[in-house]
């Protein structure tokens, strides 16, 4: 099985930092994208950021010049350090990963569980 275990939501005032961290763990030969996504309430699912297996990043328009993604490939591990934040940046965030179970195996996507980020004004 793959999991992936997210931590460091929270409540915080507005103009405040936060950093997101998810940890892939279980079956894994290999994993390729990771991202970051938001869901607020009453709207869809929608892009913040991703970043590829060599580093390649990409960020929602909404997000750039406060938010930053990064990995560890050692660790499995994708962050997002979100600094400035705005009550619009309020919702529920997901970690995605492609991960690869095994040699004999394709990419999949998995999801983490979401956590949740508040920002107060």
């Known amino acids: 099985q793959v999991q992936l275990v997210e931590s460091g939501g929270g409540l915080v005032q507005a103009g405040a930092s936060l950093r997101l961290s998810c940890a892939a763990s279980?079956?894994?030969?290999?994993?390729?994208?990771m991202g970051w996504y938001r869901q607020a309430p009453g709207k869809q699912r929608a892009l913040v950021a991703t970043?590829?297996?060599?580093?390649?990043?990409d960020y929602a328009d909404s997000v750039k010049g406060r938010f930053t993604i990064s990995r560890d490939n050692a660790k499995n591990t994708v962050y997002l350090q979100m600094n400035s934040l705005k009550p619009e940046d309020t919702a529920v965030y997901y970690c995605?990963?492609?991960?690869?179970?095994?040699?004999?195996?394709?990419?999949?996507?998995?999801w983490g569980q979401g956590t949740q980020v508040t920002v107060s004004s």
């Open positions: 995605n990963a492609d991960v690869r179970p095994s040699r004999w195996s394709s990419y999949g996507s998995y």
């Open positions: 970043i590829s297996s060599g580093g390649t990043t």
């Open positions: 279980g079956t894994i030969f290999s994993i390729n994208a």
